[in-house]
């Protein structure tokens, strides 16, 4: 049985290591009470069980009507008016796009399909600057409509509070196309927080 003078003791050299900053080799374990907002370490961190990061954003959004979007040179948002999914209320359904809640990096997507002889042509755009594109220059692939061909962007982009992310079509003579949900959703735009 322990002592109670070793109980002492042991609470003394834990104590101690909390007022130096944590070193002397404490480890935070099963006996540990520990509750805190930030947790720093110069070691390695070990953690058994889930891990739950409750303020990482997400959002997927899809049109909920079938639409061609023509581009201009001034571009033209496309339309994903219908919120799936988003957990800090970033989207705005009027002006088609995300505003960034939570600084970090962003794992974003998008999808639309392209119209029958028309060049393909739908850009990823952060502030009104272009951060990724899907593009099909040559009309003459393109002759049938959405079901055959379309577009999907991945793109991993570091993003800043307040930053304005949305998807459009560019450029005079280009085109694309939503489709609205057809047994399940054809074409989306989200995003994540990977950290």
Do not use: W
Not at 20 to 26: I, K, R, S
Not at 51 to 57: E, F, K, L
Request: neutral net charge; glycine residues 12%; charged residues 15%.
């Amino acid at each position: 049985m322990t002592s109670l003078l070793q109980k002492i003791n042991e609470l003394n050299v834990r104590v101690d290591n909390v007022s130096n900053g944590g070193g002397g080799g404490t480890t935070i374990d099963s006996t540990t009470d520990i509750s805190c907002n930030t947790l720093s370490t110069v070691s390695n961190v070990s953690i058994g069980g889930t891990v739950t990061a409750p303020n990482q954003p997400s959002f997927n959004v899809i049109p909920s009507i079938t639409s061609t979007i023509t581009g201009t040179n001034g571009v033209t948002h496309l339309p994903y008016d219908v919120i799936v999914h988003d957990s800090v209320n970033g989207y705005n359904t009027n002006t088609f796009e995300y505003t960034v809640q939570v600084a970090g990096d962003y794992f974003l997507y998008y999808s639309c399909g392209n119209v029958s002889g028309i060049e393909y042509a739908t850009s990823l755009r952060k502030n009104k600057i272009l951060i990724d594109r899907c593009l099909v220059k040559d009309a003459t692939l393109l002759r049938n409509d959405f079901d055959n061909l379309g577009g999907k962007g991945l793109v991993i982009n570091r993003c800043a509070v307040n930053d304005k992310i949305k998807v459009t079509s560019n450029g005079t003579g280009r085109a694309c196309n939503l489709q609205a949900p057809y047994f399940g959703p054809v074409h989306s735009f989200g995003g994540f927080l990977i950290g």
